[in-house]
């Protein structure tokens, strides 16, 4: 099974800094990967797939890059919505697998 | 527009069996198939299986292959998650949602079910 490990856990901002966060594969992925954005109480919302296209209305400071097993979701320009919980995940024909997630906070 | 609205929240005891809707609308049922994803209490999310409403075949992470029945309702676009012998960690939110193919990720999600196991 594909696991995925995402850096770090909790993340300390202030609205307007850039934050990055990593997510890390056991073996190779290619592209396919996303990211989701999720607040207490809500289902995820996917905000990027295949590693960095940008889902239709999401705003452009959130973007993504990276191949192979190692992944980035960069957030610019921090606004009081963004503070959240980030998860990435794998998909692929056979499994889809979360990273433990990476909570944003003030 | 898409929407999945899943069934309420249930309370079980442990070793009971507990079985949760996912009525789907605003697309061709068939032509998608269904993750369902849980979430522990303060926890991450986890992948728990998908079923696709094409070819009705599953596939069920392995951990829960002995526990897990995931079936569709074409007549109704509706999809289950009937999880069994329950024990007090599958207290989590049991979340669908939809999956076009296997290199897509899940835009529509459902609002989720609270199952809480306890005696």
């Known amino acids: 099974d594909i696991q995925m490990t995402q850096s770090p856990s909790i993340l300390s901002a202030s609205v307007g800094d850039r934050v990055t966060i990593t997510c890390r594969a056991s073996q190779s992925i290619i592209k396919w990967l996303a990211w989701y954005q999720q607040k207490p109480g809500k289902a995820p919302n996917l905000l990027i797939s295949?590693?960095?296209s940008l889902e239709s209305g999401v705003p452009s400071r959130f973007s993504g890059n990276g191949s192979g097993t190692e992944f980035t979701l960069t957030i610019s320009n921090l606004q009081p919505d963004d503070f959240a919980t980030y998860y990435c995940?794998?998909?692929?024909?056979?499994?889809?697998?979360f990273g433990q997630g990476t909570k944003v906070e003030i | 527009q898409v929407q999945l609205v899943q069934s309420g929240a249930e309370v079980k005891k442990p070793g009971d069996s507990v079985k949760v809707s996912c009525k789907t609308s605003g697309y061709t049922f068939t032509s998608y198939s269904i993750s369902w994803v849980r979430q522990a209490p303060g926890q991450g999310l986890e992948w728990m299986g998908w079923?696709?409403?094409?070819?009705?075949?599953?596939n069920v992470v392995q951990k829960f292959q002995d526990r897990v029945t995931m079936t569709t309702d074409t007549s109704t676009a509706t999809a289950y998650m009937e999880l069994r012998s329950l024990r007090s960690d599958d207290t989590a939110v049991y979340y669908c949602a939809r999956v076009y193919n296997a290199y897509a990720p899940s835009l529509y999600w459902g609002q989720g079910t609270l199952v809480t196991v306890s005696s």
């Open positions: 295949k590693a960095s």
């Open positions: 995940q794998q998909y692929n024909i056979y499994s889809r697998t």
């Open positions: 079923f696709s409403a094409n070819n009705a075949k599953a």
